[in-house]
């Protein structure tokens, strides 16, 4: 199975940027779609953005559509989340997210993910 530990998270005021990485362990990310959730304090877990494996297709919901941009280095078997204009609502933890989807390539899947990194803490101040 594989294994991923999330890092970059951090405080930032309001407009910065950060960037997130996701790197796995144990194994590739070949043939997984990845995708990032976020929890703040006292909410339900949200998607934020995902990559299909074979990094031609990426999903935003419209909270971060414009601001958020996922992406994929194969060679560094890490995926990336490109977090810029944040708001003070962005404030949780960050987590990424692996989902079995070798016959579906192309496949951005919202939900049903298998396996979680441990997650990173970023706070957007005002």
């Known amino acids: 199975q594989v294994q991923m530990v999330e890092s970059g998270g951090g405080l930032v005021q309001a407009g910065g940027s950060l960037r997130l990485s996701c790197a796995a362990s144990?194994?590739?990310?070949?043939?997984?779609?990845v995708g990032w959730f976020r929890q703040a304090l006292g909410k339900e877990r949200e998607f934020v953005a995902g990559i299909s494996w074979d990094g031609g297709a990426t999903n935003y919901p419209d909270s971060v559509k414009g601001r958020f941009t996922v992406s994929k280095n194969n060679a560094k078997n890490t995926v990336y989340l490109q977090m810029n204009s944040l708001k003070p609502e962005d404030t949780a933890v960050y987590y990424c997210?692996?989902?079995?989807?070798?016959?579906?390539?192309?496949?951005?899947?919202?939900?049903?993910?298998?396996?979680w990194g441990q997650g990173t803490q970023v706070t957007v101040s005002s």
């Open positions: 144990g194994r590739t990310f070949r043939g997984y779609a």
């Open positions: 997210a692996a989902k079995n989807a070798y016959y579906s390539p192309s496949y951005v899947p919202t939900m049903g993910y298998n396996y």
